[in-house]
């Protein structure tokens, strides 16, 4: 019988790293017996999924009131599997709340099994010095770091910490070229196309995609040629994004197949910050980066526990210098979007500028086989 590993994680980004580090572990060691709290992408490697996080993940304090019982439902689940079925080890993947409850869980179960935390929280962008990050420090033996910075973090934090480079050096690959993806969109290879990614959380769709149609509208109106593309990372928004579209009278199509073919066959891409963003990036697209929150998180966020973060978007965070323009809360409205999109689109010496920047940034994410030195790292804990 095969060693036995337990993977937490929630939220889109966290499944589609889950699915890689599973497919990453299982080929060095196929006798491993995985079980997790993930999304579909993890289901899918074959692994025992023992509930589906995916779709119970929110952004700010009062959106999250809805999720606090289904949350609370999972975690009682993976508890009580955890008491009848010790892991030999623990790989946490972000979603900092839930992981941070279930690895104190876990220590006190047997503070001799392993915890390894891939994709850690970003304590250091935002809450440095919180208690939660001692919290981490506390039920994880080994850290992997996929950002320079937040190796330093959790070292000076008093954690074991290991820079691996950034997954998503690994996972960004493109299937088919430009011409290929134009030609089955039926697009002209000189039609100017954006992609549209308003997010992949209910709120995230319910906060911003109205702002960012009423902007692609306007660009519409000031450029007829424009064709607009929306990848869905989930059906349950393909109603409401056709909706909004009819209501706004833009023309878009939704995708179908790898998000990231579609993205490297644009022209711009206007998105919300996450994941996204250091994707775009990494292929080379310029990208206008959109965040809201609604309105009671936001005064929370800023007038009583003083949130102030020089960026929001991981692409400027790992230079900490704007090279992607962020437009915040009320400055992420419609005017403000069509206006930079359309001079993301026309203005040359301002994307030849993006495309120097992104490949300063891309020397901080790593080398390719990120995946693979994560998953030996996590294999070698295992006793």
């Not at 972000?94 to 891939?118: C, H, Q």
């Not at 902007?215 to 990848?231: D, I, K, S, T, Y």
């Not at 930079?340 to 689109?345: F, H, P, R, S, V």
């Amino acid at each position: 019988m095969g060693k036995k590993i337990f993977i937490s994680t929630g939220e889109v980004s966290g499944d589609l790293h889950g699915s890689y580090l599973i497919k990453a572990l299982l080929a060095l060691d196929p006798t491993l017996e995985i079980t997790a709290l993930g999304g579909q992408r993890m289901a899918q490697t074959g692994i025992r999924l023992i509930a589906d996080t995916g779709a119970i993940s929110s952004i700010g304090y009062a959106e999250a009131v809805p999720y606090i019982l289904p949350t609370l439902k999972v975690q009682r689940e993976a508890k009580k599997f955890l008491k009848q079925n010790p892991p030999d080890l623990v790989v946490y993947i972000d979603y900092i709340g839930p992981n941070v409850a279930l690895g104190k869980f876990i220590r006190k179960l047997d503070a001799s099994i392993p915890g390894v935390y891939y994709i850690g929280p970003q304590e250091w962008v935002w809450n440095a010095g919180s208690t939660k990050t001692s919290e981490i420090v506390g039920f994880t033996d080994l850290i992997l770091a996929i950002f320079p910075e937040e190796e330093n973090y959790y070292t000076h934090s008093g954690a074991n910490v290991t820079l691996i480079g950034n997954p998503l050096i690994d996972i960004v690959q493109t299937t088919k070229s430009r011409e290929a993806i134009r030609q089955e969109m039926e697009v002209s290879a000189t039609d100017p196309i954006v992609v549209l990614m308003p997010g992949s959380r209910t709120q995230e769709i319910k906060q911003l995609m109205p702002a960012i149609f009423e902007g692609a509208r306007l660009m519409q109106e000031a450029m007829p040629a424009l064709h607009f593309w929306v990848p869905l990372s989930s059906d349950r928004f393909r109603e409401a994004v056709q909706q909004e579209a009819e209501a706004k009278g833009l023309r878009l199509k939704i995708t179908k197949g790898n998000t990231y073919d579609f993205l490297a066959a644009s022209d711009l891409v206007i998105s919300k910050s996450g994941t996204v963003n250091l994707e775009t990036a990494i292929l080379g697209i310029p990208q206008l980066v959109l965040y809201r929150l609604g309105e009671v998180t936001a005064f929370i966020a800023r007038k009583i526990l003083n949130v102030n973060i020089p960026f929001i978007s991981p692409v400027n965070l790992l230079e900490m210098r704007t090279i992607v323009p962020e437009y915040v809360q009320e400055d992420s409205n419609p005017q403000n979007i069509a206006r930079e999109g359309l001079d993301l689109l026309t203005n040359q010496p301002r994307r030849q500028q993006m495309h120097i920047d992104y490949a300063q940034m891309r020397e901080k994410l790593g080398t390719p086989g990120v995946i693979q030195r994560g998953a030996q790292a996590i294999l070698s804990l295992i006793k």
